[in-house]
């Protein structure tokens, strides 16, 4: 059973960055590919960023690219979501997860474990 616990969420002005860290328990760290997912009020929670189990892949949603890059330390068993450029459409609860993987692929994945969540508040 992996735990996940999510830090760094904040208040910021558009055009800020933040950097969201997600550190995990209780398992393997390597085993598992991961990812950051977000909920604004009102809407589903969706992915934002995927990294693989070595961090060699990474997948990201379009409306991100070029703004935010994930990264993780397996060493500190430690992923990673630094946010340049922020735009009040970022404006979410963020959530890390993490998948069992087999492969050394980004995904995304049916994710079995998630953090609890932290929020992000990006003013106009």
């Known amino acids: 059973q992996v735990q996940l616990v999510e830090s760094g969420g904040g208040l910021v002005q558009a055009g800020g960055s933040l950097r969201l860290s997600c550190s995990a328990s209780g398992g393997t760290f390597s085993n598992y590919a991961m990812g950051w997912f977000r909920q604004a009020p009102g809407q589903e929670r969706k992915v934002v960023a995927t990294i693989s189990r070595t961090g060699s892949y990474t997948y990201y949603v379009d409306s991100v690219k070029g703004r935010f890059t994930i990264s993780r330390d397996n060493a500190k068993n430690t992923t990673f979501l630094r946010m340049n450029s922020l735009k009040p459409e970022d404006t979410a609860v963020y959530y890390c997860?993490?998948?069992?993987?087999?492969?050394?692929?980004?995904?995304?994945?049916?994710?079995?474990?998630w953090g609890q969540g932290t929020q992000v508040t990006v003013s106009s």
């Open positions: 997860a993490a998948d069992r993987a087999y492969s050394d692929y980004a995904g995304p994945f049916e994710y079995d474990f």
